[in-house]
């Protein structure tokens, strides 16, 4: 079957940007690859896109199915900020519970015993969590300026990587050849034979070291730029998709961009991961890197 497609995709001329033949990993990543029907996937999570789909949902899932045999599974939590949240007052983790049977409270476990901090209903947790999303949020302006940034540093990367593979094949070349002239002396009797082990050992040892250098430039990791294209919107409409999910939605996109929350009263101070805490900072300061001054132009 993995064939199959492999040679229909080749027949009808799919390639990659730079023209290449797909591979068989590459095919079965755009036939998973929910953007295609309007979501995008980020970290582990599912959002729902802007962009318009070109594909439905169904023949999406048609697809999954085929390959598979099976649909994804879904997840359903009844406290979903359960697990991100430590109490302000004392340190303890934020638990939740049912009351009267319809109503989640959010509330200190009381582990270091008597605390100040209240119950807090889920729909006002969850309304005031909207000021961390908020935080990260990139403006259209923001995702232009920093695309192009990363695209020049890994263009500057790029080169810098070429011109020291350059320099590490030269090497190369000048031991081999030094090699070989040093084996025929040895040959001709021009040089002796300790001598001829001291440079055989020598120069391998250094052969080897740049060969270990070649291949790790080899296996080096090319930037997936869709990947960074989506984390970029994902930012952009961060508020927009807080505002539109479910709570359990919301808890995913908070995990996503937070490590622990503070809580305190009905206020949560968050504790951002890499690297949204450098966002927050650059919208506070204007400093995006440490590059961006006030007239990049």
């Known amino acids: 079957m993995k064939q199959y497609r492999t040679r229909w995709a080749k027949d009808i001329g799919l390639?990659?940007?730079?023209?290449?033949?797909?591979?068989?990993?590459?095919i079965h990543r755009i036939l998973t690859n929910p953007v295609y029907y309007g979501d995008f996937r980020w970290n582990g999570a599912l959002y729902r896109g802007t962009h318009k789909p070109i594909v439905s949902r169904a023949?999406?899932?048609?697809?999954?199915?085929?390959?598979?045999?099976?649909?994804?599974?879904?997840?359903s939590r009844r406290f979903p900020f359960r697990g991100l949240l430590q109490c302000g007052y004392c340190g303890c983790k934020i638990t939740a519970s049912l009351e009267k049977g319809k109503y989640i409270y959010y509330h200190c476990t009381h582990g270091?015993?008597?605390?100040?901090?209240?119950?807090?209903?889920?729909?006002?947790?969850?309304?005031?969590?909207?000021?961390?999303?908020?935080?990260?949020?990139?403006?259209?302006?923001?995702?232009?300026?920093?695309?192009?940034?990363?695209?020049r540093r890994h263009g500057q990367r790029y080169r810098q990587t070429i011109e020291w593979r350059q320099k590490l094949l030269a090497r190369k070349e000048q031991l081999e050849n030094?090699?070989?002239?040093?084996?025929?002396?040895?040959?001709?009797?021009?040089?002796?034979?300790?001598?001829?082990?001291?440079?055989?050992?020598e120069w391998s040892r250094e052969l080897a070291v740049?060969?270990?250098?070649?291949?790790?430039?080899?296996?080096?990791?090319?930037?997936?730029?869709?990947?960074?294209?989506?984390?970029?919107?994902?930012?952009?409409?961060?508020?927009?998709?807080?505002?539109?999910?479910?709570?359990?939605?919301?808890?995913?996109?908070?995990?996503?961009?937070?490590?622990?929350?503070?809580?305190?009263?009905?206020?949560a101070v968050p504790i951002y991961k890499k690297p949204f805490n450098y966002v927050v900072i650059g919208r506070e300061t204007g400093n995006w890197l440490g590059e961006r001054d006030s007239n990049p132009h």
């Not at 023949?59 to 997840?75: C, I, K, N, S």
């Not at 030094?178 to 050992?201: H, M, N, P, V």
């Not at 070649?214 to 989506?230: I, Q």
């Open 15 to 26: 390639r990659s940007r730079g023209g290449r033949v797909l591979g068989k990993s590459e």
């Open 59 to 75: 023949l999406f899932e048609a697809v999954q199915t085929r390959l598979h045999g099976r649909t994804p599974a879904r997840r």
């Open 112 to 151: 270091k015993g008597r605390c100040e901090q209240g119950y807090v209903r889920q729909e006002t947790l969850s309304d005031r969590l909207a000021s961390v999303v908020e935080a990260v949020s990139l403006t259209k302006e923001d995702v232009e300026y920093l695309l192009s940034l990363v695209r």
């Open 178 to 201: 030094l090699l070989k002239k040093a084996y025929e002396d040895k040959l001709e009797g021009r040089i002796s034979e300790e001598r001829w082990q001291r440079y055989d050992s």
């Open 210 to 267: 740049i060969e270990e250098e070649l291949d790790k430039l080899e296996r080096k990791p090319v930037p997936r730029w869709d990947d960074l294209d989506a984390t970029f919107e994902l930012l952009q409409m961060a508020p927009d998709l807080y505002r539109r999910q479910s709570d359990e939605e919301r808890a995913r996109l908070l995990n996503i961009l937070v490590s622990n929350l503070i809580l305190k009263g009905e206020n």
